[in-house]
């Protein structure tokens, strides 16, 4: 099973910024990655497949990119509504596909 | 519009069962592999059970085989999961996951908005 380990936990952001989310794999997943983001009391929203290709629907502030084991998800200009949970996902083997930890984008 | 809606959740004791319900609705249900992911409270994404388009493949999490049976009525546009022998740590909210990629891919494209289950005397 592959495991994946997001960091950090917890990021601190201002409205505006930038935010670099970080997703490691144990082993070589390819390109074969998915970001989530998840709300409070809400399902998890697909954002970004195949390592970069934004889903339909995502504002271009977001942005993903790596290959192998090293994975980064960018929000460029941080707005209100992108303070949540965000995970990764691997679907290079499986079963099972794995999903990281989470890394909760709070205000900062 | 996509939409997969469901049911079945509720309050069961250590041992007991339980079938959760998904309807699908606004694409060919029958085209797609799908899946239930689970959430503990306060934890993240686990993924538990998939589907393929015609039943023909089931695939399931070490955790619960032998206790949980995913499947589907393409005629119905429903997926289910039965499960049995419940766990404390079954306590979970079960979404309802559409697969996206096929045939190459497996990341969830669309979700449900999830159905609680708890486990507990």
């Known amino acids: 099973e592959i495991v994946m380990t997001q960091s950090p936990a917890t990021l601190s952001v201002s ?37 970069s290709t934004r889903a339909t629907g995502i504002p271009a502030r977001f942005s993903g990119s790596g290959s192998g084991t090293e994975f980064t998800l960018t929000i460029s200009s941080l707005q209100s509504e992108d303070f949540a949970v965000y995970y990764c996902q691997q679907y290079n083997n499986w079963p099972p596909v794995t999903f990281g930890g989470g890394t909760k984008v709070e205000i900062k | ?20 319900s998904c309807a699908a609705s606004g694409f060919t249900f029958s085209s797609y592999w ?16 998939n589907i393929k388009q015609d039943g023909s493949e089931k695939y399931y999490v070490d955790s619960v085989k032998g206790r949980f049976t995913i499947s589907r009525d393409n005629a119905k546009n429903s997926l289910y999961l039965q499960m049995n022998s419940l766990r404390a740590e079954d306590t979970a909210v079960y979404y309802c996951a559409r ?23």
């Open chain 2, 34 to 49: 799908m899946s239930w992911v689970r959430q503990a409270p306060g934890k993240g994404l686990e993924w538990v059970a």
């Open chain 2, 99 to 121: 697969r996206g990629g096929y045939p190459l891919g497996y990341y969830f494209d669309y979700w449900g908005q999830g159905t609680l289950v708890t486990v507990s005397s």
């Open chain 2, 1 to 20: 519009e996509v939409q997969l809606v469901e049911s079945g959740g509720g309050l069961v004791q250590p041992g007991g069962s339980l079938r959760l």
């Open chain 1, 15 to 51: 409205p505006g910024e930038r935010a670099t989310l970080s997703c490691r794999a144990s082993q070589s997943v390819s390109s074969n990655l998915a970001w989530y983001q998840q709300k409070p009391g809400q399902a998890p929203r697909l954002l970004i497949y195949g390592a």
